[in-house]
């Protein structure tokens, strides 16, 4: 999920006065505000500056696929950049949020001049593939618990969407259900099991993939309590 280029900080964001040097808008969103629909055309970059975006697919009963949730500094809907077809699914804004919005053609112009970039995008399309193949393996077991203990250790190993200072899973429990295509009751009766078996940690209702610790990650809303042990949950 993350972009790699000597023109980029830490956590893969183009820089912000490149994008805008080639004229990039920022926008703001509200929350359930949509950047794009699946099945229109893309005509834009779209880079988080600040907020978080869900990326999911409808069924024909309007629920909800989860196909990843896109943090600051990340990009979403690249796809049709590259292959000038539709967009595969719908972006929406979870809570107020700041986007970088980017024309296609400057965006094309943009790889061209800075080939890193280019070669960078290429590794962050074959990562999320890769996830894809990941996860339909994974679901094709049909066995709940594997697949969200697989699913949570996969985003730690890949340092997505799990904090890296307190271990706090930033997905809630519906996020869980939508992106592995269970119920909700069934993501809340496994989340308990993998509790007692010690691969998970909860806290104040929130879920931990190894021990808590303090953060001050604005993401982690409720820093944990320092005399809490948390080895005895």
Not at 178 to 194: A, H, N, S, W
Request: proline share 4%; aromatic share 10%.
């Amino acid at each position: 999920m993350f972009i790699v280029s000597v023109r980029t900080n830490f956590k893969g964001m183009i820089d912000i006065t490149l994008l805008q040097d080639r004229g990039a808008t920022l926008i703001q969103f509200d929350p359930e505000e949509v950047l794009f629909r699946e099945g229109e055309t893309c005509k834009y970059y779209f880079q988080v500056v600040s907020g978080q975006v869900r990326w999911v697919n409808f069924n024909e009963k309007g629920g909800e696929f989860l196909q990843t949730v896109v943090e600051k500094g990340e990009s979403v809907g690249e796809l049709p950049l590259f292959d000038g077809q539709e967009y595969a699914a719908t972006a929406i804004a979870n809570k107020p949020s700041t986007i970088l919005r980017l024309p296609k053609d400057a965006f094309h112009q943009l790889l061209k001049d800075e080939p890193q970039i280019h070669f960078a995008f290429s590794s962050l399309l074959a990562r999320r593939l890769r996830f894809k193949f990941f996860m339909l393996k994974k679901m094709a077991r049909h066995n709940p618990e594997d697949i969200i203990k697989d699913l949570l250790e996969y985003l730690h190993k890949t340092t997505t969407l799990i904090c890296t200072t307190c271990n706090q899973v930033q997905l809630t429990r519906k996020q869980i259900a939508e992106m592995t295509g269970l119920r909700v009751e069934t993501v809340i009766r496994v989340i308990q099991q993998l509790k007692s078996k010690g691969v998970l940690r909860i806290v104040n209702r929130k879920v931990y993939f190894g021990d808590p610790a303090l953060c001050k990650h604005k993401q982690c809303v409720k820093p944990i309590n320092q005399k809490l042990k948390p080895a005895v949950i």
